[in-house]
């Protein structure tokens, strides 16, 4: 199995920042993409950003210029770094990441961390 454990969501005043890590754990070959979606109250999961063992990333409009997504490949960790957080960004943040649970997987898996509450204060 494979375990996602975010941590560094809080409540924040606008204008301030956070940071989110999100350590995947278990039985893994290899992680393609990794990311970090979001979940205000009575809407859908969104899209924040997402990174590729690559390097290669993907933002929503409404966070880019001011979310930075980077991962440690040998750690297994993404991060999430939020400045100029605004109260339109209150929402629980989860974690994802497309995983090869072995050498000869054809194929990824999504697992999806428990996610962690960010508050921006107006």
């Known amino acids: 199995q494979v375990q996602l454990v975010e941590s560094g969501g809080g409540l924040v005043q606008a204008g301030g920042s956070l940071r989110l890590s999100c350590a995947a754990s278990?039985?893994?070959?290899?992680?393609?993409?990794m990311g970090w979606y979001r979940q205000a109250p009575g809407k859908q999961r969104d899209l924040v950003a997402t990174?590729?063992?690559?390097?290669?990333?993907n933002y929503a409009d409404s966070v880019k210029g001011r979310f930075t997504i980077s991962r440690d490949n040998a750690k297994n960790t993404v991060y999430l770094q939020m400045n100029g957080l605004k109260p339109e960004d209150t929402a629980v943040y989860y974690c994802?990441?497309?995983?090869?649970?072995?050498?000869?997987?054809?194929?990824?898996?999504?697992?999806w961390g428990q996610g962690t509450q960010v508050t921006v204060s107006s």
């Open positions: 278990g039985s893994i070959f290899s992680i393609n993409r």
């Open positions: 994802n990441a497309a995983v090869a649970l072995t050498s000869y997987s054809n194929y990824y898996i999504d697992y």
């Open positions: 990174i590729t063992s690559g390097s290669t990333t």
